[in-house]
């Protein structure tokens, strides 16, 4: 079942096995102008995802059928790079890291404020639709990125990175040579404050790192404090 989005909102699809969670996201979501299409199993989960192609997926990890980290997986592989946010049921690092791994945008650990989750997909939607005109184009090292078309080249290249990676990346081109601590990084690009782990920084630098190939020293450690953009 769909419910139909209001026209700047847009469709999040949901997969959720447990009908309480599901209905109660579904209830958030709507209220906030969102579209929600509803899935409780994985392989219909990702038949929903390629076929729908919502503005955001919401995934459960442990799903009946395919888990929620194999339909980020296919999706990446598939060069479709919807933002996704992993709903887990255990505080396991290994589980979070994996997810952030694949592709993921951010994740939620159960039990969890609905109004948390909102936020968050609020948050991300808004990054994805792209800045206002007027931001200029950055070139650091050599990395482009232009934040109004949300695209970024290395060495003349193409580079796909999820919403939040692109984000991160902007972040730290905007000031070139400036140094920034996980915790501020958390606070300015995913929303929220170091309780969520800095962990989480480091795996996303490390997936824009990897993309960027040869380029990846625009992006340098400062041991001890944070990450900084220099050519």
């Known amino acids: 079942m769909t419910a139909a989005p209001q026209p700047d ?17 579904r209830l958030y979501l709507t209220r906030d102008g969102f579209g929600v299409h509803v899935c409780a199993d994985g392989d219909s989960g ?57 592709g993921a945008d951010d994740y939620v650990t159960k039990p969890f404020s609905p109004r948390e989750l909102v936020a968050r997909v609020r948050a991300i939607r808004r990054r994805s639709l792209g800045t206002p005109g007027g931001q200029p184009v950055r070139t650091v090292g050599g990395v482009t990125l232009d934040p109004a078309r949300r695209t970024v080249t290395a060495d003349s290249h193409p580079v796909a990175l999820t919403s939040t990676e692109f984000d991160l990346l902007d972040h730290l081109m905007r000031r070139p040579g400036r140094v920034y601590t996980r915790e501020e990084l958390l606070a300015s690009v995913w929303g929220y404050a170091a309780h969520a782990g800095t962990r989480t920084v480091d795996v996303h630098v490390a997936q824009v790192r990897a993309k960027l190939g040869t380029a990846a020293t625009v992006i340098r450690t400062v041991r001890g404090v944070g990450y900084t953009a220099d050519g």
């Open 9 to 25: 909102r847009g469709l999040v699809l949901v997969v959720e096995d447990e009908q309480p969670i599901a209905d109660l996201i």
């Open 46 to 102: 990702l038949a929903a995802a390629r076929r729908l192609r919502p503005v955001l997926a919401v995934l459960d990890i442990a799903l009946p059928g395919i888990s929620g980290t194999e339909i980020c997986r296919r999706l990446r592989a598939d060069d479709d790079w919807t933002p996704v946010i992993f709903l887990t049921a255990r505080d396991d690092e290994v589980d979070r890291v994996v997810g952030l791994e694949l």
